[in-house]
Every structure is written in C-alpha cells, then in structure tokens.
C-alpha cells in the first residue's frame, strides 16, 4: 500500500501544469505593471506618458487591454472579470477622447495597472488553493482533487 500512499502525495500533472501557467503569467502581468505604474520617474505611469500623443494614447489603452484580457483567459478568470477589463477599457478611452481629462486620469488611476493587479490577486487566490491541497497531501489527508479542479478550469460550476 506505500505505492498508493506516495501516489496519493501528488497533485495530477493537469494542476501542476496550471500552477506554472499561472506563475508564468504573474511574471508577465508584474512586468507589465511596473511599466504602468512608474515608467517615467518612477511616478507616471506610460499611458499617462503617452497620453500626449492622443492616437498612440487610444492604440497603447487598446492593445494593453486585449494583453490583458488574454491574460484573463490564461487563467481562466470568470466572466465579470473579463467584463470589467472591458468596462474599464472603454471608460478609459472615451475619457482620453476629452483633451487634457484622459492625461489627468491616466496620471491617477492607472487602469492597466489596477486590471493587473485583480488578475494578481486571482492567481495569488489559485495558487494558494492548490497550495492548501498539497499541505493536505502532504499531511496524508484525502482531499477533494476534483473540487480543486472545478474551482481552478470550470471557476467552481460544476453540475453535480
């Protein structure tokens, strides 16, 4: 029975493989974000460094935010989630359309950035579920795998 005992001390190849994905893509969003957050003197974010150049402004709001949205799906992020990017994309946009307004928004609330950081905290949220279940494994318990795996690729809406 030791052969099932150190079998059931792993997690399945499908969720390690989620977890790298996931610290991959934390990697790739906290790049992105120090480039939001405090490009130019470590204070003003690059939309708002661009904000100048209005056409480049709308470009860079709209190619960040497709960047993020495929980040979402990555991680397979809910809908609402993915919706708010979009929401906020939009109001960013239309903001910038109005001179002078989308410069001073874009130096206060950094929309790319704040994006970011939900995606974070949705990884951060993952990564400490299936850190839970490998304790769980690790103290010999039995935990429900397929729980784990509803909450992490089917965002909890199994059919049971």
């Not at 969720?15 to 906290?30: A, F, K, P, T």
């Not at 790049?31 to 957050?37: G, Q």
């Not at 480049?56 to 992020?77: H, N």
């Not at 109001?91 to 950094?110: E, K, N, S, T």
Request: aromatic fraction near 6%; hydrophobic fraction near 45%.
């Amino acid at each position: 029975m030791d052969i099932n005992k150190s079998y059931q001390q792993s997690l399945p190849l499908k969720i390690e493989v989620h977890e790298e994905n996931l610290l991959q893509v934390r990697n790739e969003i906290q790049k992105f974000i120090k480039l939001s957050e405090g490009l130019v003197f470590g204070k003003l974010g690059l939309d708002a460094a661009i904000g100048l150049i209005p056409i480049v402004d709308g470009l860079y709001t709209g190619i960040a935010s497709i960047w993020l949205l495929l980040q979402s799906y990555r991680i397979r992020t809910d809908i609402p989630e993915k919706l708010l990017i979009i929401i906020f994309t939009i109001a960013d946009i239309i903001v910038g359309l109005v001179p002078g307004a989308g410069d001073i928004v874009d130096a206060f609330f950094r929309v790319h950035a704040w994006n970011g950081s939900r995606l974070i905290t949705h990884i951060d949220k993952q990564i400490s579920l299936i850190n839970r279940v490998r304790e769980q494994l690790n103290q010999g318990l039995n935990p429900d795998i397929n729980a784990l795996e509803d909450i992490l690729f089917r965002n909890g809406k199994i059919k049971r």
